[in-house]
C-alpha cells in the first residue's frame, strides 16, 4: 500500500533517507543490547539495588546521546541530501522532512531503550507482541490516512509514522513503571558504572558497525551508483527479508536472556547448550518461510504489489539467505556478551564483518552488477561463524567441534533434503496462485520430518512430542 501510494520514486527516497538516519540507530541497538547484559547479568544475581542503579544511569547516557546524535545529524544531514545523494529534482524539499521525521522517530525509539530492556531482561515477551500488533494497526492506518489527503504523501507519511513512535514509547514507559520496580529514574551520577556500561556499549558498538555499513552503508552506495528506483526494489525486499527476520528475532529474543542467566549463575555448560539449541531451531524456524520465498519470489511480489520494481525479486531471494548465514552466529554474539569480556571478540567481529561495505564499494566501481553486494554479504556472514567460534574457543573453551559436527553440519543437510521436494513442485508447474499454495504445503511437508529425524537428537525429539501431547491434553480439557 505504501509503494502503491507512494509510487517508486518517493518510496526510493524514504527508504534511502530513512536509512540513512538507521544509520544512528546503530548506536540505539548497541545500547540496547548492552543494557539488557547488564540488566539481565544482575538479575541473575537478584541485586535490586544495583538494577536501579544501572537503569538511572541508562537514562543518564541516552540523555547525553541524543544530545550529541542530534548535533550531528543537524550538521550532516542537510548537507548530504542536497550535494550528495541522488534524488529526483524537487523532491529534496520532501526528502529533508523525511530525514527530520526519521531523526525526531530515533530519538523517541533512543529514550525508550531501558525500558524495552528490562522488558528483555524480565522476558515479558507477550508485551512486545501485543504493542507490535497495535503498531502494525497503527501503520496500516497511516497508509489509508495517506490516501485520504491532498498534502505531499511523503511528507505526511513521515509524520505520521513519528508520531506513532512517540506513542509507542509512552506506552513503552507507562507499562514499565508498573510493572517493574527498579523502574523509577532519580539523578544520580556512578561514574564506574557509567563507565563500565559506556566501555561495553562502546565495543559493542564497534563490533556491530559492521551490520549497519552493510546495509543501511550500502543502500547510499546503491543511491549513488543506481539511483532511487534500486533502492526502492532494496526497499522491498528488506521489508520482506525484515518480516522474516522478526518472526525468528522473537525466539531468539526470548532465549537470550536465558544464555546470559545460565552463564552469570556458573553453569556454562547449560549455556552452551541453549546456545546450540537456539542457533539450531532459529535456522529450522527461517526455512518455513525462506523455502516458499525463494522458489514463489516472482509470483508473491507480483500478487502483493501493483508495481514490482526491478531486481526486488532477485534482491529479495539473496537477502533471506543473507539472513539464513548470518543466524547461526547470532547466539554465539549472546554468549561473547554474557562474558562481559568483549573487547578482542568485537575487535575482530568488526574488523572482518565491516569488509562487506568497501568490497561492494570496490566491485561496484568496477561495473559489477548491485547483486554483487548480497554475495559478498552471504560469504561474509559465514566467515564471521567461524571467526566466533575461534574468539568463543579461547574466551570461555567453547566446544567449536561439536557445534560443527551437531548444528552446522546438521543445518546443512536439513537446508538441501527441504529444497529437493518444492523445486520439484516448482520445475513441473508454471506459475499461479494454485502453485504457490502446493508449494507452501509441501515445503513445510518436506521440512517438519527432516528436522524432526534428522536435525534434532533423541532428547529434543522427547521434548517436541511431550510439548505436543501437553497442548493436545490442555485443549480436550
Not at 549472546?334 to 569488509?355: E, M, N, P, Q, S
Request: proline share 3%; aromatic share 14%; glycine share 6%.
Amino acid at each position: 500500500m505504501v509503494l502503491s501510494t507512494l509510487g517508486i520514486e518517493d518510496y526510493g527516497i524514504y527508504n534511502v533517507v530513512g536509512g540513512f538516519v538507521a544509520m544512528f540507530a546503530l548506536v540505539s541497538a548497541s545500547l540496547t543490547n548492552s543494557i539488557s547484559r547488564f540488566i539481565t547479568f544482575e538479575l541473575g544475581r537478584g541485586n535490586k539495588i544495583r538494577l536501579n542503579r544501572i537503569f538511572c544511569t541508562s537514562i543518564n547516557i541516552q540523555i547525553v546521546l541524543s544530545a550529541i546524535i542530534i548535533i550531528l545529524a543537524e550538521l550532516v544531514g542537510a548537507w548530504f541530501i542536497y550535494t550528495k545523494m541522488n534524488i529526483p529534482e524537487g523532491r529534496e524539499f520532501a526528502a529533508l522532512w523525511v530525514f527530520q521525521c526519521s531523526l525526531l522517530s530515533f530519538i523517541l525509539g533512543l529514550i525508550s531503550v531501558p525500558y524495552n530492556a528490562l522488558i528483555v531482561a524480565h522476558e515479558h515477551m507477550k508485551t512486545f507482541a501485543y504493542i507490535g500488533l497495535w503498531e502494525s494497526l497503527l501503520k496500516l492506518g497511516a497508509v489509508y490516512l495517506l490516501v485520504l489527503f491532498a498534502m505531499d504523501k511523503l511528507i505526511l507519511y513521515a509524520i505520521l509514522l513519528t508520531s506513532i513512535a512517540l506513542l509507542l514509547r509512552l506506552v513503552y514507559g507507562v507499562y514499565c513503571k508498573k510493572h517493574f520496580e527498579e523502574c523509577r529514574y532519580h539523578f544520580i551520577l556512578d561514574k564506574s558504572l557509567f563507565k563500565e556500561i559506556g566501555a561495553f556499549a562502546g565495543w559493542y558498538l564497534f563490533g556491530t558497525s559492521a551490520y549497519i555499513f552493510n546495509t543501511q552503508g550500502v543502500n547510499l552506495i546503491i543511491n549513488i551508483f543506481f539511483g532511487v528506483v534500486l533502492n526502492a526494489a532494496r526497499g522491498v525486499a528488506t521489508q520482506v527479508d525484515s518480516a522474516v527476520r522478526m518472526f525468528v528475532s522473537n525466539f531468539t529474543t526470548a532465549l537470550n536472556p536465558q544464555i546470559i542467566k545460565t552463564y552469570a549463575e556458573g553453569n556454562a555448560t547449560e549455556s552452551f547448550k541453549l546456545v546450540f539449541k537456539g542457533a539450531k531451531f532459529s535456522f529450522f524456524l527461517m526455512l518455513f518461510f525462506l523455502i516458499p520465498l525463494v522458489l514463489e519470489a516472482d509470483y508473491v511480489l507480483g500478487l502483493w504489489l501493483k508495481e514490482v520494481p526491478s531486481y526486488a525479486p532477485l534482491f529479495l531471494r539473496l537477502a533471506l539467505f543473507v539472513a539464513l548465514a548470518d543466524l547461526p552466529g547470532a547466539p554465539l554474539t549472546t554468549l561473547a556478551l554474557g562474558t562481559g569480556d568483549i573487547k578482542r571478540y568485537y575487535l575482530y567481529v568488526g574488523g572482518f564483518g565491516c569488509l562487506v561495505f568497501p568490497v561492494t564499494w570496490l566491485l561496484f566501481k568496477l561495473g559489477c552488477n548491485p547483486e554483487i553486494y548480497y554475495i559478498v554479504y552471504i560469504l561474509d556472514n559465514i566467515l564471521l561463524i567461524f571467526v566466533r567460534l575461534f574468539l568463543l574457543k579461547r574466551m570461555v573453551k567453547f566446544p567449536v567441534r561439536r557445534y560443527v559436527n551437531e548444528v552446522l553440519s546438521i543445518v546443512l543437510i536439513v537446508l538441501l533434503v527441504c529444497f529437493i521436494p518444492p523445486i520439484s513442485i516448482v520445475e513441473i508447474l508454471p506459475p499461479s496462485f494454485g502453485r504457490l499454495i502446493l508449494t507452501c504445503m509441501v515445503s513445510v511437508i518436506s521440512a517438519i520430518p527432516a528436522m524432526y529425524y534428522i536435525g534434532m537428537t533423541r532428547s529434543e525429539r522427547i521434548t517436541v512430542c511431550d510439548m505436543v501431547k501437553n497442548k493436545l491434553k490442555r485443549r480436550k480439557q
